[in-house]
């Protein structure tokens, strides 16, 4: 049962191509949340569609979306468990009942946390795929803190500099249509990652919002800006700490809002005397006068608001570049204002924290966290960074760890030096996978478990979003033998011994969530969705929910953690100006990452329609820079860093410094039918390190955006 399917079209569809069903619900192809109608014929989803009246898309979709038919129903996809036969690696496997593959993976468990401890055993997800609850609750109800995400390089970052600044994730307030936008990082209109949908964005843009760009190439947004900022990649804190000089010396800042809610004003301004635009300017490579006019436009158009990306968070200024674009938010007054920068309140339901049970962790456990006296701000938000746990498995320090759970993760194509992350997964002592494909990583299990999609379960959507809905996803098909990662560990966890804090079927977890509503899954499911209400300015009322009750650009918790309290700029470990010797060498600037519509990550490569889209890694290579190393538009060329080299098909593009090359990332090629298929030829983190000094010191994040390489073309020997 679901809401009427009022709309005339979508009848006279389903009378023409005699479809079976037509199912309200949810995608989650990436982060997830664009309302979908699903359309069925014997059994076999055979069309999506865009939900005109969900308001997140209002009937807009991606490529990803429109393919998933063929991720569902691929030829290649797990649909039951397996177990390796083989030696790692050797592609051999066997077919399990679920029984059998819960029962081992149980059986191991219990024997690691019985000889080494809970913390032992490390689960791991990458990418928010609404199963980081179940995850979490699933460690912390075993003992174990280690569980192995990317928030130690993406979005954890943003969630932990905001909780210390101002108590909550800030995000941008489209609906009441920002006056200017500065997008700082981010590439929304592809990558529609976590709240943000490029839908909502281009309206307001379309509504004469002005836009500012802080990108070191021209995207499709950029070319639309009042102003672009074309940074040196890995200079983002400098840029916005010279803003800020801007704004204190010209007297541009909001007044009532700094001397009656801030923390730390005076030592902010002492530390922006540190950033004269001139300066900035050398940093940057942005022209001074550049620096002010955006300072000023931003500072002066009322509400704005920063569109920021992950591209600010793969640094080694992780941590200060959140926190430098959270204080020129704070200074200007646009925090928590309509068409400004509103940390939204959840619907009154149980939180992914309630959910995850972090209090049921015990103290003692979680001071074990793999870096947690490296990475004080990571640790305390539950973030471990990955070198942690492979250092653990390969050099059993500071403890052994000796399994590996990794229920929706491909880290040997997503995590810095990926060479190193290959080793540690090949020496753990046992390895369960949870995907639907055998990918490189899982070919290394000894155990993989199929998954099911977001097609094939029931969930509360977006609730570990910040911008306050929730939608109900629908179960529209079984495939196969395949189960929900929440299902899977629900019953894994009474194998183990956690019978009292799980549930009897999941559906009731479901409703357990919901209960402080006061309703049940199955009302939720008659509904489009809930949204919880809108209040604005609520710190005049009740303060940030901080130690100092204020927006502290001064942090009092970084200071005690043993960090810088305000954010500084500190230049990338590898560049022209900190590595001249390795520059000389290595002379181009590397970027990685770039979001590319139809694939994400590593994901989609084996579905027709987007690999269709992209079928080969691309290099991006400004045409000068080409020519003078004798690489020619869609040559196969040698991209190579300190740490090894990695080919990609050079394609020339004139919107960034030619300075500058832009590698895709996550390439591996599930149509080889060699053992890896092919996870390092073409995989960018081969390049990229993941040494503990070149990370962020409070955030662990590894810096994969910004480090030096050389090029060449293939046919050259060299
Ligand atoms: N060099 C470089 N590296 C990067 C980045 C970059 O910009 N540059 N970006 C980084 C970022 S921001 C992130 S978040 C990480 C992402 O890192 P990961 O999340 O590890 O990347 P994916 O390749 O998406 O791997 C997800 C795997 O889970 C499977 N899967 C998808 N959904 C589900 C599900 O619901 N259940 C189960 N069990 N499996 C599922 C997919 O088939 C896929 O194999 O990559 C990072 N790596
Ligand atoms: N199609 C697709 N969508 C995705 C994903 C995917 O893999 N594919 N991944 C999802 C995930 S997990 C995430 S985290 C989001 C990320 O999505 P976004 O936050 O939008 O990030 P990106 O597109 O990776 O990078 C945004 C921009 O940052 C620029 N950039 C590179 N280096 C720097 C720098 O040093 N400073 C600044 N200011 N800009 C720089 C790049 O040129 C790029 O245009 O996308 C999500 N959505
Ligand atoms: S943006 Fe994400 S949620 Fe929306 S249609 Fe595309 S893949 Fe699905
Ligand atoms: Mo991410």
């Known amino acids: ?199 909502a964005f281009s309206e307001a843009l379309g509504a004469g919002a002005k836009l500012i760009v802080v990108d070191p190439r021209l995207t499709r947004i950029a070319s639309r800006a009042d102003l672009w900022l074309q940074l040196r990649p890995g200079t983002d804190t400098a840029l916005a700490l010279g803003m800020a000089n801007v704004i204190v010396s010209e007297g541009l800042y909001d007044r009532e809002f700094v001397e009656k809610y801030v923390h730390g004003w005076e030592a902010f301004c002492e530390r922006v005397k540190e950033y004269p635009p001139e300066k900035v300017s050398e940093i940057t490579w ?230 402080p509503l006061g309703i049940t899954w199955q009302e939720f499911k008659q509904m489009d969705y809930i949204r919880a209400e809108v209040r604005y300015r609520k710190y005049r009322e009740r303060g940030f929910s901080t130690p100092t009750g204020k927006f502290e650009l001064y942090s009092t918790l970084l200071e005690k953690w043993g960090y810088d309290p305000l954010p500084q700029y500190r230049e990338p470990p590898e560049s022209p100006y900190s590595t001249p010797e390795l520059h000389a060498q290595y002379p181009y600037i590397l970027i990685s990452g770039a979001r590319i519509p139809g694939l994400f990550h590593s994901e989609g490569r084996q579905i027709p329609w987007l690999r269709g889209l992209h079928p080969e890694p691309v290099v991006e290579i400004h045409p000068e820079t080409a020519k003078k190393e004798g690489i020619e538009e869609g040559d196969w060329v040698v991209i190579e860093s300190p740490r090894g080299k990695v080919r990609q098909r050079a394609k020339l593009f004139s919107g960034m410094d030619p300075r500058v090359v832009a590698v895709q990332h996550a390439w591996w090629f599930p149509e080889r039918e060699e053992p890896g298929m092919g996870w390092d030829e073409s995989n960018v983190n081969i390049l990229t390190s993941n040494a503990y000094e070149d990370c962020n010191p409070a955030m662990g994040a590894t810096s994969v955006r910004v480090l030096l390489c050389r090029i060449y073309p293939e046919r050259r020997p060299r």
């Open 1 to 199: 049962m679901m809401p009427e399917l009022s709309h005339a079209k979508v009848k006279a569809e389903m009378e023409l191509y005699e479809y079976d069903r037509v199912v309200k619900s949810v995608c989650r192809m990436c982060h997830g949340g664009c309302g979908v109608l699903v359309y069925v014929k014997d059994e076999r989803v055979v069309r999506i569609a865009g939900d005109p009246d969900c308001p997140i898309n209002r009937g807009t979709l991606c490529s990803k979306a429109l393919a998933a038919p063929q991720l569902v129903h691929h030829p290649k996809r797990l649909t039951h468990p397996v177990k390796r036969v083989g030696p790692r690696g050797s592609g051999k496997w066997q077919r399990i009942s679920w029984d059998e593959a819960l029962d081992l993976i149980a059986e191991r468990i219990l024997t690691y946390k019985e000889k080494f401890g809970a913390e032992s055993i490390v689960l791991g997800y990458g990418t928010g795929r609404e199963n980081e609850a179940v995850i979490y609750r699933f460690a912390n109800t075993l003992g174990t803190p280690n569980v192995l995400t990317a928030g130690h390089f993406c979005y954890g970052p943003r969630i932990a500099t905001s909780l210390i600044t101002c108590g909550g994730l800030p995000v941008v307030d489209y609906e009441n249509r920002p006056r200017c936008i500065m997008v700082w990082g981010n590439n929304l209109v592809i990558s529609n990652a976590d709240e943000y949908k490029g839908a």
């Open 286 to 515: 942005v022209p001074a006068e550049r620096i002010r006019e955006a300072a000023r436009l931003f500072a002066t158009t009322k509400p704005a608001a920063i569109q920021w990306g992950v591209a600010i968070e793969q640094q080694v200024t992780c941590a200060d570049n959140n926190r430098a674009l959270l204080a020129l938010l704070g200074i200007t007054g646009n925090i928590d204002v309509p068409g400004g920068q509103v940390i939204f309140r959840p619907p009154k339901i149980r939180t992914v924290g309630e959910f995850a049970a972090h209090r049921l962790l015990p103290k003692e456990q979680a001071e074990k966290r793999l870096g947690g006296d490296r990475f004080r701000l990571a640790s305390n938000f539950g973030v471990i960074n990955p070198k942690c746990v492979w250092d653990a498995i390969l050099y059993e320090k500071p403890y052994p760890v000796k399994m590996l759970f990794f229920i929706s993760s491909n880290p040997l194509l997503t995590r810095a030096n990926a060479r190193e992350v290959y080793e540690a997964l090949k020496r753990v002592d046992f390895m369960a996978v949870s995907d639907f494909f055998i990918t490189p990583t899982a070919e290394l299990a000894d155990v993989v478990l199929p998954s099911a999609t977001w097609l094939e379960m029931d969930y509360i959507a977006d609730y570990w979003k910040r911008h306050g809905y929730i939608l109900p996803r629908r179960k529209v098909i079984q495939v196969g033998e395949c189960r929900s990662d929440h299902e899977m560990l629900n019953d894994l966890a009474k194998r183990v011994g956690l019978a009292e804090h799980w549930w009897d079927r999941f559906e009731d977890a479901l409703d357990w969530i919901l209960e």
